[in-house]
Each structure stands twice: as structure tokens, then as C-alpha cells.
């Protein structure tokens, strides 16, 4: 199978979420033994990407990915040609939308990966009203035409599959879940000491959109940590400034940013416990990572943290304040749950499990 694979996630922002995805997809594609892997993308003219993938001639910065101007050029000018001149038999793509426009040649097939639809559902962060609107109606046709021509849809979630299905319908029949490859810490953590983090102290990842729930979390937190002492610190891996400027001084809250990994591996290693807030995640990629090193969990209710989660790990609804203040009065005082088992857990989601399913997946596509 010659199968071709939109590189331009991975080669412009390869530590996202969607971009460690598509490394994933790339990695699970070279290891099929009857797979000839061809790469796609944009990259600047004397760029040396430019040597393993199929760019247009015109260059584009790597990070241009959601650039509408240089998407349509891509998109409708460039892919379709390239995927025939390359005998393309599949080809994937994986940042929600992108699938080439125009006709489909005859016998090639497409799959996109869809990770939630968050950009259509939820107020996302954006520098202007009026770019919110402009992304809000160039995702909404650009998702709508991927998945009107793609052949299967693959998201990471049956939360995200239930979701595609409520909004688009018609693409019931072609949706598969592909959960996401979370293949851990490599090597050992880093020594943190420099970073000056309280002995105890509880963990949350990710600050900037308003579908984490963050500032509703600190506030929580706050109020429990009045009412006892025992209540750790509150350590956020994000930006100061994605918080209301009241919540940005309060005592025991560290904020912590450009991290490596060895560094993020320490942070969550030494962590009592993550408290993941979102009322909408499509996924959910922080709670694996802290339990892969054995660091328990506490999750809101209500999207695919209900499924990535261990069953037995504290859960909270995403509104009710003062219920979780007291979830943290009672966990705060509580030893932590078993690291082997949480370890154990996170293997679901490691690289064994998602090359078998990646494998059923794309067996189903010959």
C-alpha cells in the first residue's frame, strides 16, 4: 500500500497534542512491513524538510498550518496532483480537517483524524472577536468537507466518536476510535531543584483555553486551602496571564512554562496528584502522562476523561464548586492510590496497544 500522510502538524508543531499524533501515525506507518510511507506538507524554500516530503514549490513557514490562504493553496492546489503523481493508494490526515478538495481520483481512499470538534462547540481562545469568527466559519465548512469525503473517520475517543456522529450524522457508518499513543517518559527525570517547587503540592496542564476549566479549579482550590491547612500547593504547567488577573497572586499557586521533557517528567513524577477540570476534552493526554509515571489522577465528569480514566480515581462534576472544594478537603489528608496500578493502566495507551489498533484500522481500509 503507498499511503501518504499530511506531515505538516508534525513538522510545525511537533510538541502539540495533534502533532505528537501524527509522529505516532508516521512511526506505526514505517513499522507496517507493506506500507510505502510518503510525506506531505509545506515547509521555506531552503528548508531541509524539504528533502523527505512532498512540498510545492512556493514556500510556507512550518507553522502556517492554519493559515487559511496558505491551507487553500495547499489544499486545493497542491495535494490533489501530488497524491496522483505519487500513486497514492490512502491518505491520512490528522489535524481535524485539511483533506484535499476537488473530485477523489478513482480508488484512492481518505481518512481523517478527528480529535474532538471543540473548534465548533466551545468558545476557543483567540486574540479578537472577530478572528474567533473568522476561524469559527472557515472550521466549520473546512471539518464539514473533510468529513463529507473522507472514507473513515478516526478519532481517539468514543466520546469524540459520539459527538461526530450528534453533529454530522450522515457520518455515522464511517467512524472508528483510535485512542491516542501515549508512549511515556524516555529516560530518566530531570533534577528540579532549580525550580523551587513546594515538597507537597497538587498538579494541573494546560491554561490556555477556556474549556480547561483552570480559573474555575484555582478557585476551588483556593477556598479549600482557607479552610485547611492540609490542602497542598497548586502547581499549573501554563501562562500567569490566562487567569483573571485576581487569581494570579494567590499564595501556593507556582505557575511553571517551556519545560522539557525530562523537566515535565519530574514535575509530574514528584506531583501528589493531577486535577484535570475540562468540561470538554476529546481525550485527555496529561492524565495518561502522570499516570504512566504513577501519579493518581482526579478528573472531571462528563467527556472522554470518563473513559480514559481508572475507574476507581476520584471524579467531579465540572460546575459544582463547592463539591469539589471538598473532594479536595477529603483527598488532601488521603495517601495517594497504588503507582503500580496506575502504571498499569496508562499501558492501555502505550505503544504496543496503538500499533494493534492501528493495524486493525488499517486493515479495514484494504
Known sequence: MRIGLDYRPAAGYGNSGIGRQALALEA??????????????????????RRRVHCPRWGSPLQGVHRLPSRLRFEGGFL????????????????????PMGAKPPGMRYVLQLHDLFQLTHTNHHGSRLKAKVYRTSDKLSIGHSIKVADRIWTPSQYTADEVVKLFPEAKGKVRVLPNLVSGFVGEPADIT??????????????REPRKNIPWLVSAWHAARQRSEHVPELVLVGAREHLPQPLQQLPGLHFLSDLTDAQLHAVYQQAERLWQPSFAEGFGLPVIEALSVGTSVAVASGSALDEITPPDSPRFSPTDSYALSELMLTLATQGPQAPEQMK??????????????FNELLEELR
Open 80 to 99: 490533489p496532483g501530488a497524491l496522483r503523481e505519487a500513486g497514492i493508494d490512502i491518505h491520512i490526515c490528522n489535524f481535524n480537517m485539511g483533506l
Open 194 to 207: 532549580d525550580l523551587n517547587l513546594p515538597p507537597r503540592y497538587w498538579l494541573a496542564v494546560g491554561t
Open 344 to 357: 498499569a493502566w496508562a499501558t492501555r495507551y502505550a505503544d504496543d496497544a496503538y500499533r494493534q489498533r
Open 28 to 49: 506505526a506507518l514505517r513499522a507496517h512491513p507493506e506500507v510505502q510511507l510518503q510525506l506531505f506538507g509545506v515547509a521555506p524554500e531552503d528548508h531541509p524538510l
